[in-house]
């Protein structure tokens, strides 16, 4: 087949589809690749793929300008010809849904990868263009074939009534490269804590900051790194002025936007994701928990079906700092604890998290093997099995 994927950065690509991309060529399938312009767009030639820009807006909500992106990604499609696309991310999947019927496409493949700013923001402007959003998804998704990272996100969408005549499938994450992502050979250095994410207020940034200030009191040794940087784009955002005053105060050392993301993870002892909202599965903790490293995370969807409490990690209420720094604090006091959640994040990942088992899955869904009917909500008090 010729399948062409389709996100909203190249970094995106290069970073999480990599593999796909490998293991469909291996499989015998060409690969076409289509994100908005940036570096890594020329890594993906070099390796020998078929790499297009495509502009999107990531932020943009002007109904003309978007119904152009959807036409001329339809043009797009007609003149690749592509026999299945997958879209990863929320425009993508709704404009690349539209464009890809308007232009003939045999067989569409979207990834939920988080139901983000539309969907789970409480300010003014994500309540305003939520309806539209449902809307466009139940349009968008309808005889497609839908990829959720966790069921929490698949539940809320279904209860909206947007899978009603969908395909649906959970493929827990990405897939991450367990040979790379792999435990040191030496021992973690001791007191090192580690949140690597975008700099938004939903990611629990600010409360990582107060939950390092109440630890360093108490493990005054403590190093705590954050690793990301702000995003424009989003209106939650962390703000210039609030990074300068996390630099004088000195409770945690701002990294920035890093590549040495392996150097970083093996680097500490815990990792950390202290998100509000949800996450789809989240990437920075599959990293962590590949490398062998114990993990701490709120209970919010995707999270809290990585992190099995007490067992590869500890789970803590959303927003409750005192939580969090108990949690982390308890884990750098006890060596032994904290080794053996790493080996039991460890062993989770290469069952069921690392490429080899992603990959496989996600090219059952492709060629329509076990595709399940659409997906309908049980009666309140039944389970799911």
């Given at each position: 087949?010729?399948?062409?994927?389709?996100?909203?950065?190249?970094?995106?690509?290069?970073?999480?589809?990599?593999?796909l991309a490998r293991g469909l060529r291996e499989a015998g399938h060409e690969v076409l690749l289509l994100s908005p312009a940036g570096p890594f767009g020329e890594k993906l030639k070099a390796e020998g793929f078929h790499w297009e820009?495509?502009?999107?807006?990531?932020?943009?909500?002007?109904?003309?300008?978007?119904?152009?992106?959807?036409?001329?990604?339809?043009?797009?499609?007609?003149?690749?010809?592509?026999?299945?696309?997958?879209?990863?991310?929320?425009?993508?999947?709704?404009?690349?849904?539209?464009?890809?019927?308007?232009?003939?496409?045999?067989?569409?493949?979207?990834?939920?990868?988080?139901?983000?700013?539309?969907?789970?923001?409480?300010?003014?402007?994500?309540?305003?263009?939520?309806?539209?959003?449902?809307?466009?998804?139940?349009?968008?998704?309808?005889?497609?074939?839908?990829?959720?990272?966790?069921?929490?996100?698949?539940?809320?969408?279904?209860?909206?009534?947007?899978?009603?005549?969908?395909?649906?499938?959970?493929?827990?994450?990405?897939?991450?490269?367990?040979?790379?992502?792999?435990?040191?050979?030496?021992?973690?250095?001791?007191?090192?804590?580690?949140?690597?994410?975008?700099?938004?207020?939903?990611?629990?940034?600010?409360?990582?900051?107060?939950?390092?200030?109440?630890?360093?009191?108490?493990?005054?040794?403590?190093?705590?790194?954050?690793?990301?940087?702000?995003?424009?784009?989003?209106?939650?955002?962390?703000?210039?002025?609030?990074?300068?005053?996390?630099?004088?105060?000195?409770?945690?050392?701002?990294?920035?936007?890093?590549?040495?993301?392996?150097?970083?993870?093996?680097?500490?002892?815990?990792?950390?994701?202290?998100?509000?909202?949800?996450?789809?599965?989240?990437?920075?903790?599959?990293?962590?928990?590949?490398?062998?490293?114990?993990?701490?995370?709120?209970?919010?969807?995707?999270?809290?079906?990585?992190?099995?409490?007490?067992?590869?990690?500890?789970?803590?209420?959303?927003?409750?700092?005192?939580?969090?720094?108990?949690?982390?604090?308890?884990?750098?006091?006890?060596?032994?604890?904290?080794?053996?959640?790493?080996?039991?994040?460890?062993?989770?990942?290469?069952?069921?998290?690392?490429?080899?088992?992603?990959?496989?899955?996600?090219?059952?869904?492709?060629?329509?093997?076990?595709?399940?009917?659409?997906?309908?909500?049980?009666?309140?008090?039944?389970?799911?099995?």
């Amino acid at each position: 087949m010729r399948i062409l994927l389709f996100a909203n950065t190249d970094w995106f690509l290069w970073n999480f589809k990599r593999a796909l991309a490998r293991g469909l060529r291996e499989a015998g399938h060409e690969v076409l690749l289509l994100s908005p312009a940036g570096p890594f767009g020329e890594k993906l030639k070099a390796e020998g793929f078929h790499w297009e820009a495509f502009e999107v807006s990531r932020s943009g909500i002007n109904p003309l300008a978007e119904f152009a992106t959807a036409r001329r990604l339809a043009a797009v499609y007609r003149r690749l010809k592509p026999d299945l696309v997958h879209h990863f991310t929320i425009k993508c999947v709704i404009y690349g849904s539209l464009a890809a019927r308007r232009a003939g496409v045999a067989r569409i493949v979207n990834s939920i990868t988080g139901l983000g700013f539309a969907m789970l923001a409480t300010t003014a402007k994500a309540r305003l263009i939520r309806p539209v959003v449902v809307a466009l998804y139940r349009r968008a998704l309808a005889g497609t074939e839908v990829i959720f990272q966790n069921s929490d996100n698949r539940d809320t969408l279904a209860r909206l009534g947007v899978l009603a005549k969908s395909g649906v499938h959970v493929i827990p994450g990405d897939g991450v490269d367990a040979e790379h992502f792999a435990p040191p050979a030496g021992g973690a250095p001791g007191h090192v804590v580690l949140m690597m994410c975008r700099l938004l207020a939903s990611k629990g940034v600010h409360q990582y900051v107060e939950a390092a200030k109440l630890v360093r009191a108490r493990i005054p040794d403590a190093r705590f790194l954050l690793a990301g940087s702000p995003d424009p784009g989003n209106p939650e955002s962390v703000t210039d002025a609030e990074l300068a005053l996390w630099r004088s105060e000195g409770a945690v050392e701002l990294l920035g936007q890093r590549a040495d993301v392996l150097e970083l993870q093996q680097g500490c002892d815990v990792a950390v994701l202290a998100s509000t909202q949800g996450e789809g599965m989240p990437r920075s903790l599959v990293e962590a928990a590949s490398c062998g490293r114990a993990l701490v995370a709120t209970v919010v969807p995707g999270s809290r079906e990585l992190v099995e409490d007490g067992v590869d990690g500890l789970l803590v209420p959303p927003g409750d700092v005192k939580a969090l720094a108990g949690a982390i604090e308890a884990l750098l006091a006890d060596p032994v604890r904290r080794a053996k959640m790493g080996e039991a994040a460890r062993r989770k990942v290469l069952c069921e998290l690392a490429d080899g088992p992603v990959i496989a899955k996600t090219m059952a869904v492709y060629g329509g093997e076990n595709s399940p009917s659409p997906f309908i909500p049980l009666p309140q008090g039944q389970k799911d099995v």
